[in-house]
């Protein structure tokens, strides 16, 4: 028997502000994980910035423009990519009605988790040694 790869959607679970949710995922498709490295490298980058930050005693450090608009520019990259690879948002509401994909990618308060769920997505894509054993 050969390889036999998960490539389908798949339960999601995290926390957001403490509470958890789940949410559907489906592994990246070609020109999503196409779209998805640059913002994937530059996360590196700025995770090491973040860590600088938070280590300083400086408050007044300059921060890199591009670390100021990483976390926009994740959200931007959501747009395009989520409508086909998350669904079925639940464990959290806005205005009494079910969190939606759109809101994941259009509303400024879902920023940490939209960068979550990217980062999960990026993970969730590539291929371990575990999953390619018979």
């Keep these: 028997?050969?390889?036999?790869?998960?490539?389908?959607?798949?339960?999601?679970?995290?926390?957001?502000n403490g509470h958890a949710i789940s949410m559907e995922l489906r592994p990246l498709?070609?020109?999503a994980n196409t779209l998805l490295t640059p913002i994937?490298?530059?996360?590196?980058?700025?995770?090491?910035?973040?860590?600088?930050?938070?280590?300083s005693k400086k408050k007044d450090e300059d921060v890199p423009d591009d670390a100021v608009t990483f976390p926009a520019?994740?959200?931007?990259?959501?747009?395009?990519i989520f409508p086909d690879h998350v669904r079925n948002i639940t464990g959290i509401t806005i205005n009494n009605r079910e969190?939606?994909?759109?809101?994941?990618y259009s509303e400024s308060i879902f920023t940490s988790l939209a960068m979550d769920v990217l980062a999960?997505?990026?993970?969730?894509?590539?291929?371990?040694?575990?999953?390619?054993?018979?």
Excluded at 45 to 53: G, N, P, Q, R, V
Excluded at 73 to 80: A, D, F, P, S, Y
């Design 1 to 16: 028997m050969g390889c036999n790869l998960l490539i389908d959607w798949q339960k999601y679970e995290t926390k957001f």
């Design 40 to 55: 994937y490298q530059e996360s590196k980058k700025f995770k090491a910035i973040s860590e600088k930050l938070k280590n």
């Design 73 to 80: 520019r994740c959200q931007e990259i959501g747009e395009k």
């Design 120 to 134: 999960e997505l990026t993970k969730m894509t590539q291929i371990n040694k575990d999953e390619t054993k018979n």
């Design 29 to 31: 498709k070609r020109w």
């Design 99 to 104: 969190m939606t994909v759109e809101d994941l």
